[in-house]
């Protein structure tokens, strides 16, 4: 069996999702993740787009052992000597060069002739290579550039010294067919391609991301680019979840293989999920909620026969597990502890016994504990920011012919406290502009959403909230069995985490451009 590399762009490509702004710590923490997932590479992030960036892929670099970091470089020296910096500390550095070739990008964007375009890449790739051993490189919007073009380039840069060369599809516009000719044609034509391999990145715009890299798959690419959940620009990337479980379940088809550990998938879906707070929906393949639900009785009942007669994989490979202990009120620390371990967590005392006075509270408002609701527990409790703000009390007053009144204490870090009230147009209105007066911020609520984590009336509601501030973007999210306490603590965890990004010299990048 051929092995397929996987490299994830989670905290790059799918970082550049609208409304998704990581920090430092929860880059880290999704990229130890998909180091368990067996990820073979890993796009850390855009270094020269911000010094926040740089920081959050150096970090990347210094926490994961077991896999190759890298970070994205325009076809300039000042971005690789970013990337320079940022990769200080990583076991198996690489560097993503990229430069457009299409003909749309050349004319409109760059302004450059083809022979420019050859000389640019070739001048980048051969300063990159004084310093780097392993560097990829990318024609930008390849699957729109000529093909006789695209081979002249792959070729330069497989002299100029590119160990991967990146095939993307920038902006969805091939169909498989197209796509996996590209890879025929430059396994074929292009001179010293066996010495390199070959990539290939494809984007959702059709709806054909993963149709593409599989058939990438199949004329020759070694390598295959996505991220978790296939989120990114647009309609997103490729859905690595969705390559690797074709390739398990149609191995004797494609006669390759990936060395993802498949049983970390849920898991890592769940947190990219959780952390960038893109909700994955119902019906996305492998991971959506009803990715392995059977609703029809004819399906229930065949079902019971014999699994296989409707399911091809199973809940299982991609580490589903039916749960055995359900924990309530009465259930103590050492079946917690249990529980924690089932889960695939691995907690300090200090960190199990934060958890387990959230897990006591919880238990007192609903009857059985799930699941789904220690991992909301324990998945907020264990990335913190600095809280100059913690949520105290919530007052409000609604009535559907009254003017809705929230009133917010806050204590804040130097051990102070705070009250302030205001009226709004509803209650989350309301409780928005209190907290606003009270944390004296003036901020922009560009995104709202609310997702409930379990059923039952009694279910715990996960709020996610995006706040602008000029420059700055961040998120926030907050879990709560009450929707409003839920809503008061999303927006009160997003104000900590803009003070703390005004903090860092770091500037959003939401003003920076591949070009
Ligand atoms: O889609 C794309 O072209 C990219 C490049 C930077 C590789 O993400
Ligand atoms: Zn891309």
């Known amino acids: 069996m051929r092995k397929i590399y996987i490299f994830d762009t989670t905290l790059r490509d799918g970082e550049q999702s609208p409304g998704v702004n990581l920090n430092m710590q929860e880059k880290v923490e999704i990229a130890l993740q998909l180091e368990k997932l067996g990820i073979d590479r890993i796009e850390a992030g855009f270094p ?64 450059m002739e083809k022979q420019q375009v050859l000389e640019s890449a070739e001048a980048a790739i051969r300063y990159a290579k004084k310093y780097f051993d392993k560097i990829e490189f990318s024609p930008e919007d390849a699957g729109r550039t000529e093909l006789d073009f695209l081979c002249e380039v792959t070729a330069m840069a497989i002299r100029a010294g590119a160990t991967v060369v990146n095939i993307p599809d920038t902006v969805g516009y091939l169909t498989p067919g197209e796509f996996g000719n590209i890879f025929k044609t430059l396994k074929e034509n292009v001179p010293g391609i066996e010495k390199i391999q070959l990539s290939a990145h494809c984007h959702d715009d059709l709806g ?127 079946a917690f502890r249990e529980k924690l371990i089932d889960l695939g967590y691995d907690l300090t005392d200090e960190q199990v016994n934060a958890a387990f006075a959230k897990f006591k509270d919880l238990a007192d408002k609903k009857k059985d504990v799930i699941d789904e609701d220690i991992r909301a527990l324990i998945e907020e409790k264990l990335i913190k920011t600095p809280e100059v703000f913690v949520l105290d009390t919530i007052q409000l007053s609604y009535g559907n012919q009254s003017v809705p009144t929230a009133t917010i204490r806050v204590t804040t870090i130097d051990g102070g406290s705070a009250e302030e009230a205001a009226v709004g147009n509803g209650s989350v209105d309301a409780i928005y502009k209190a907290i606003d007066k009270v944390t004296n911020e003036e901020v922009e609520l560009a995104d709202y959403s609310i997702k409930s984590v ?12 995006v706040l602008r501030q000029g420059d700055y973007s961040v998120q926030g999210r907050g879990v709560s069995t009450d929707i409003l306490e839920a809503s008061a603590r999303a927006y009160v965890d997003a104000v900590n985490r803009l003070i703390e990004k005004r903090k860092s010299p770091a500037r959003s990048r939401d003003n920076v451009t591949l070009i």
């Open 48 to 111: 020269a787009a911000s010094p926040g960036d740089l920081a959050g892929v150096n970090a990347v670099a210094r926490a994961v052992k077991n896999a190759s970091i890298i970070g994205l470089a325009r076809s300039r020296e000042q971005d690789i000597d970013a990337v320079r910096e940022a990769l200080q500390g990583a076991q198996d550095p690489c560097i993503h060069l990229f430069l457009a070739t299409s003909p749309i990008h050349r004319k409109h964007k760059l302004r």
């Open 208 to 334: 054909l991301a993963t149709a593409n890299a599989l058939a990438a798959v199949m004329n020759g690419a070694d390598q295959i680019e996505g991220t978790i959940n296939g989120i990114g620009e647009r309609a997103g990337n490729t859905a690595l979840e969705e390559v690797a479980m074709a390739l398990e379940t149609r191995q004797e088809f494609f006669q390759a293989k990936t060395s993802l550990v498949l049983g970390e998938i849920a898991r890592t879906s769940r947190l990219v999920s959780k952390l960038t707070g893109m909700v994955v929906p119902g019906n996305k393949a492998i991971v959506g909620a009803n990715a392995f639900a059977h609703e029809s009785g004819i399906h229930q009942d065949g079902m019971l026969k014999e699994k296989t007669t409707y399911e091809i994989m199973s809940p299982e490979t991609i580490g589903l597990k039916e749960s055995k202990l359900v924990l309530g009120k009465h259930s103590g620390r050492h």
């Open 454 to 465: 379990t059923h039952g009336k009694d279910a715990l509601g996960e709020v996610h909230v």
